[in-house]
Nanobody, 122 residues
């Protein structure tokens, strides 16, 4: 079974930056699309960014231009660089691995990490 572990969350002021990392183990990393989702207390889990097995990248409308997703297959790691953070970005961020479409839906992913907290102060 694929195991995913996120890191890099923390507290940052509005306008600041964080880089999240997710390291996978258990199966061939390059076989999976990798996504980042976020969930604030009392809200549904929502899509942030994804990168598929061919390197195609997708972002949510609110994240476009601020977030950059990338992957390093040799390291079995996917990254989410977050710039110009806003208080509304505050959430637990989860990485996920899957093979189904669409990549913007949580149901397309089979494996999930434990999450890492991102808090953006105003």
């Amino acid at each position: 079974q694929v195991q995913l572990v996120e890191s890099g969350g923390g507290l940052v002021q509005a306008g600041g930056s964080l880089r999240l990392s997710c390291t996978a183990s258990g199966r061939t990393f390059s076989s999976y699309a990798m996504g980042w989702f976020r969930q604030a207390p009392g809200k549904e889990r929502e899509f942030a960014a994804a990168i598929d097995w061919s390197g195609n990248i997708f972002y949510s409308g609110s994240d476009q231009g601020r977030f950059t997703i990338s992957r390093d297959n040799a390291k079995n790691t996917v990254y989410l660089q977050m710039n110009r953070l806003k208080p509304e970005d505050t959430a637990v961020y989860y990485c996920a691995a899957g093979v189904l479409l669409p990549m913007t839906r949580p149901q397309s992913y089979d494996y999930w990490g434990q999450g890492t907290q991102v808090t953006v102060s105003s």
